[in-house]
């Protein structure tokens, strides 16, 4: 965010991101059909993207930026590979 911006463009970048963020959960909630899929989508984001992330940086008095910042980008490399795979992409899968 551009700290110097009037607030009229600040309002029109968050209205076109809000409208953006809006079409992409369309497209997924017209592709994922059950509830239960969507909410665990939705739940691996949270919990591995940023959770952790946060629990660690309250716990652990010896965390710094860098290392958070690099735990939430393997947490969405991560959540993002899941939801590939809930989408149908043809990755290798682990084997139960």
Same mark, same amino acid.
Request: charged fraction near 10%.
């Given at each position: 965010?551009?700290? #110097? ?7 029109? /970048? ?22 239960? %899929?969507?909410?665990? /989508?939705?739940?691996?984001?949270? %919990?591995?993207? %940023?959770? /952790? %992330? ?8 010896? #965390? ?5 910042? /690099?735990?939430?980008?393997? #947490? ?11 989408? #149908? ?8």
């Amino acid at each position: 965010m551009n700290l #110097g911006a009037s607030v009229t463009h600040n309002v029109t /970048i968050f209205r076109i991101s809000t409208s953006i963020i809006g079409a992409i959960a369309l497209l997924m909630a017209l592709e994922i059909k059950s509830v239960l %899929t969507f909410a665990w /989508i939705e739940t691996d984001f949270l %919990t591995s993207g %940023t959770f /952790i %992330t946060l629990i660690l940086v309250f716990l652990w008095a010896k #965390g710094t930026a860098t290392a958070a910042t /690099i735990s939430i980008l393997f #947490g969405l490399v991560f959540s993002s590979y899941n939801l590939l795979i809930a989408f #149908g992409a043809p990755f290798p899968l682990p084997e139960k």
